[in-house]
């Protein structure tokens, strides 16, 4: 390889490793973890959030993204996953979704749920500059954060918007769909 | 029938012993020069799988149904390992996974740290680089395609992030690469080196395989970048010809002439110059930092000996350093430009060589220059001064005296300065005061530079004689006006650190005895200017240096 071909491969290293924003590239190739699919396919965030947590039996996916919210990434790890959202009014990861086994809700209070399967507990943690606080459901073999940080003016306003814009997929209908797009030759979880 | 060469003329070719001399011989196209610049096999070979390894990932970008059918057919090997798992064999290779990050990490600091104290700087940016490289190029590749872990059967080990590449794998098998091109010498050692991290890598593989965290494609794309990336980087930025990695203390800028590069520069003296040479040493290493000087033997009876200085890229890289140093301690003195390319700076030596050979200047005669690798390596020959001592270590009489006045005289007769007047490049034989090394001189200089050259001259010959003599003879060629103004301009760092070094030896301030002698004193000449580009160039350090201690920060913390 000649040395210019070489400088090539490394600026454009450099570009999609500095600057490229994976998260949209994601959005722009469907790689948001939708509660969603195209026939034959299975979000690959969602199925990678089963793996993370295999005692969830339920799993946090995107329903929309809200007008002036972007999906910045997907952070999954044995045992905890988090996804991140930036918003152009509230800052950067104003949003942070987290699922894990289970959490911590000392100091939390526990409100009505939406969610028949699942328990809510909300805490907030500031209320001048934006918002701050914490909102939890609990159910199953699992526990999802929604964690706000929102910097922007409008408050506590938003929040409404992007939990409307949150969902929850079953483990057992994800199962299904992975069972069903590999013709039964694939399960989600090990016998 | 013997031909003269190219750049030398008919007279130098004759004064050749005839044994010497051998027809000359033109590349064809397409042959490669004496020391070709390459990849080799395996670098092709591993550049070639990781092109394979992208085209396959791309293929994955689109469609998550696609995974899924890979997992179809990966699946079954999985399943096989996981069903012979035994909780010794499990217990060992998460242990073994779990150390990766760890290991890493301790031989990306003790690396750094040996890089540091071996002040192997090119090897220390390459190994930053390719590591910073495959190390984001994993991560986007990770969030690009985004395939989960294996399905269907049970992970038993600790993960982070999506399966494909797989990137601690990736990061290992550019971490064995870096330690082994940039710690380990060529040859036995490193052949070995090899084989110890290819099994240490393929175990780990096995293991990651064995705890069902990676698919095997997941591995075999980490592996081709992990090892293609670096690879292909010390390949091409670091070639082992031109820096080797060696534990024996001596100057960077110094290359091995044995080897590949000492039959190359037999070859391309045979074929470029016609000439027949059978052995070639280093020669003075220690008076030379911005070249490797040779001496070469040449066929014949008795035994005769040509000079050469070898150039390389790391040689013009010195020169820009050094120019681009001056500027900013000093502003613009005289031509500080730096050479464009290693081919421009040995022809412009070779050509003030030759101009101060036509002024019958005491230089050793130019035979022209040969090329080694196209751009990057260039070898000058001249004449050999075999049997002559540095003037620093003869006695220096007034015949001597009045040989490096009347050099100095030449010289701006002719419109040269030769910028590095110094004992080491002053050199006696038979009586004689040769001058050597025109590496520095410039044509047409300011006056400034030729009044220093006068100076330097006079402070060297009255080392080994004394100041009055000197003096005395100096105005037969110059007038009053003309030595104060030299002694005006030279001092501090405008002398070569080897006379600074050398007059404080002494023990004596020459220059002041000098100075005492003067009918008329002139005011230092300031050697401080300030120029737009002066500036700009310190502004523009000190944001790079802000800039890179946070990288550097950033890296030390972790390279991962």
């Known amino acids: 390889m000649r040395r210019p071909a070489l400088m090539s491969l490394l600026l454009l290293a450099a570009l999609t490793g500095g600057c490229v924003n994976t998260g949209e590239l994601a959005e722009d190739v469907g790689r948001l973890p939708s509660c969603t699919s195209k026939p034959g396919t299975v979000r690959r965030g969602v199925l990678i959030m089963a793996q993370a947590v295999p005692s969830a039996q339920w799993l946090p996916c995107i329903r929309t993204v809200p007008p002036g919210w972007s999906f910045d990434e997907i952070r999954p790890r044995d045992g905890e996953v988090t996804m991140l959202f930036s918003s152009d009014r509230d800052g950067m990861h104003a949003l942070t979704v987290l699922l894990r086994p289970s959490c911590d809700v000392t100091g939390a209070t526990e409100v009505p749920s939406e969610l028949p399967e699942m328990r809510r507990f909300e805490r907030v943690t500031r209320v001048s500059s934006g918002y701050g606080g914490e909102r939890h459901y609990i159910f199953d073999g699992g526990c999802v954060t929604y964690r706000f940080d929102l910097r922007g003016s409008t408050r506590a306003e938003p929040v409404a918007a992007v939990s409307e814009s949150l969902a929850f997929l079953s483990r057992q209908k994800l199962d299904e769909m992975v069972r069903q797009v590999s013709g039964g030759r694939l399960r989600l979880d090990p016998d | 029938m013997s031909v003269p060469a190219d750049g030398m003329s008919r007279a130098d070719a004759g004064r050749l012993p005839a044994a010497a001399r051998a027809r000359r011989r033109r590349r064809p196209s397409g042959e490669p020069p004496p020391l070709p610049r390459q990849l080799n096999k395996s670098g092709k070979f591993w550049l070639m799988v990781a092109g ?15 995974t899924l059918r890979l997992d179809e057919i990966e699946g079954p090997v ?10 010794p064999l ?7 996974d779990a150390a990766i990050r760890p290991v890493v990490l301790a031989v990306w600091w003790g690396s750094i740290l040996v890089m540091l104290i071996w002040r192997r700087w090119r090897h220390l940016f390459v190994w930053i680089g390719t590591l910073w490289l495959v190390s984001n190029l994993t991560d986007v590749a990770n969030q690009v395609i985004q395939r989960p872990r294996p399905l269907t059967v049970e992970m038993v080990g600790s993960w982070q992030g999506f399966a494909m590449p797989s990137r601690p794998v990736a990061v290992l098998a550019a971490t064995a690469v870096n330690v082994l091109y940039a710690l380990v010498p060529a040859g036995r050692a490193r052949d070995r080196g090899k084989l110890i991290a290819a099994g240490l890598v393929g175990l780990v593989c096995a293991g990651r395989l ?10 075999l794309v980490g592996v081709a970048i992990g090892v293609a990336i670096p690879l292909a980087g010390w390949r091409l930025l670091v070639p082992n010809d031109v820096f080797p990695v060696t534990y024996r203390r001596g100057r960077a800028a110094h290359l091995d002439v044995t080897g590949h590069r000492g039959e190359a520069i037999l070859r391309a003296l045979h074929d470029q ?4 040479v059978t052995a070639v040493k ?8 911005g070249s490797t000087p040779l001496r070469m033997t040449v066929k014949s009876e008795p035994e005769t000996y040509l000079f050469g200085k070898l150039y390389a890229i790391t040689h013009l890289r010195s020169d820009r350093w050094y120019k681009m140093g001056r500027t900013l301690l000093y502003g613009r003195l005289e031509d500080e430009k730096p050479f464009n390319t290693v081919r421009r700076l040995v022809q412009y030596e070779d050509y003030v060589l030759r101009l101060m050979h036509s002024a019958d200047l005491p230089v050793p005669e130019p035979y022209g220059f040969v090329e080694i690798t196209p751009e990057r390596e260039y070898l000058l020959v001249t004449e050999f001064f075999a049997g002559a001592h540095e003037v620093g270590d003869v006695e220096v009489d007034e015949a001597l005296i009045d040989q490096g006045l009347q050099i100095v005289r030449q010289l701006w007769e002719a419109g040269l300065a030769h910028r590095d007047i110094k004992p080491a490049n002053l050199l006696v034989r038979d009586g004689r005061l040769l001058l050597i090394d025109s590496a520095f001189a410039e044509i047409r200089p300011s006056p400034w530079r030729q009044a220093v050259d006068l100076g330097n001259m006079m402070l060297v010959l009255a080392l ?18 003309e030595i104060a103004e030299a002694f005006a301009a030279t ?17 004596r301030d020459l220059h002041a005895e000098f100075t005492k002698l003067l009918p008329q004193r002139l005011p230092p000449i300031r050697i401080q200017r300030w120029t737009v580009r002066r500036v700009g160039l310190l502004a523009g350090v000190v944001v790079l240096a802000v800039l890179a201690s946070q990288l550097l920060v950033a890296l030390l913390r972790s390279p991962l």
């Open chain 2, 464 to 481: 080994r004689s004394d100041v009055r003599t000197v003096y005395d003879r100096a105005r037969l060629r110059f007038s009053d006006s």
């Open chain 2, 282 to 289: 280093p020669f003075g290493l220690e008076g030379s930092g």
């Open chain 2, 491 to 507: 001092r501090g760092l405008t002398m070569p650190s080897q006379l600074r070094r050398m007059i404080r030896e002494h023990g």
């Open chain 2, 78 to 87: 999985l399943s096989g390992l996981a069903a012979v798992r035994v909780d």
């Open chain 2, 210 to 219: 064995y705890l069902a965290i990676d698919h095997p494609t997941d591995i």
């Open chain 2, 52 to 66: 394979v390894a992208v085209l396959f990932c791309a293929l994955l970008v689109p469609s998550g149904g696609l």
């Open chain 2, 90 to 96: 499990t217990t060992f290779f998460r242990g073994l």
């Open chain 2, 273 to 276: 110059l016609g000439v027949v």
